[in-house]
């Protein structure tokens, strides 16, 4: 047995987690761009949630296994909980949309998922840098993403309004609000996420 195990690498797990959230978006926009084989499309976005399941518990059971970590445990561990919010979240947009039998997408959902899509990107990007060590530009990635939650903050009060001025049915007015906050909140979490990349570079760069 090793006195001192070989240092866990679980920026190369963030990166894997980063990646797992473009995929989603990339997954998401398709299914309210096109809007067809929606429970097919649905199960495929269900899919990348569970992967990022297991590399949250991943990273969590390398951490409690861990004594010496390269950062603060709570920032590994605060970093690992964000990434897997913006997942759920996602997740539970596509859930609704099977489970209220929506038939068709909004201009507004397509935006605010396209503007998630270049959140994750940036996302990315980030964890990224600090996988290589790399803190140049981290900074930049980290205000995109507030740019653009600001952008989605905005989508979808004027997404509220549209629905509440020109759909009819209440029940349609419920469940495209349920859908659009799930969207928003992810966005959000996408902002906590960066909150945790500049707290890490500000410490350690």
Aim: charged share 35%.
């Amino acid at each position: 047995m090793k006195l001192f195990p070989k240092e866990i690498d679980f920026f190369e797990i963030f990166d894997r987690a980063a990646l797992n959230i473009m995929k989603a978006t990339e997954l998401l926009v398709a299914l309210m761009e096109k809007f067809d084989n929606v429970e097919a499309r649905a199960k495929e976005i269900y899919e990348v949630e569970q992967e990022g399941d297991i590399l949250t518990h991943e990273i969590m059971k390398k951490l409690n296994k861990t004594f010496i970590t390269p950062i603060d445990r709570e920032d590994l561990h605060a970093l690992a909980a964000s990434l897997d919010d913006v997942l759920d979240l996602i997740w539970g947009a596509v859930d609704r949309i099977v489970v209220f039998r929506i038939k068709e997408s909004t201009p507004e959902a397509v935006s605010m998922s396209k503007d998630l899509q270049l959140t994750a990107d940036m996302l990315h990007k980030a964890i990224h840098k600090l996988k290589e060590k790399n803190y140049s530009h981290v900074q930049e990635y980290c205000i995109e993403i507030n740019r653009l939650e600001n952008r989605i903050d905005r989508d979808f009060r004027d997404a509220l309004g549209k629905l509440f001025d020109e759909v009819k049915d209440p029940i349609l007015i419920i469940k495209w609000k349920e859908i659009y906050e799930h969207l928003e909140d992810a966005s959000d979490k996408c902002e906590d996420v960066a909150n945790v990349i500049e707290s890490i570079v500000l410490k350690y760069a």
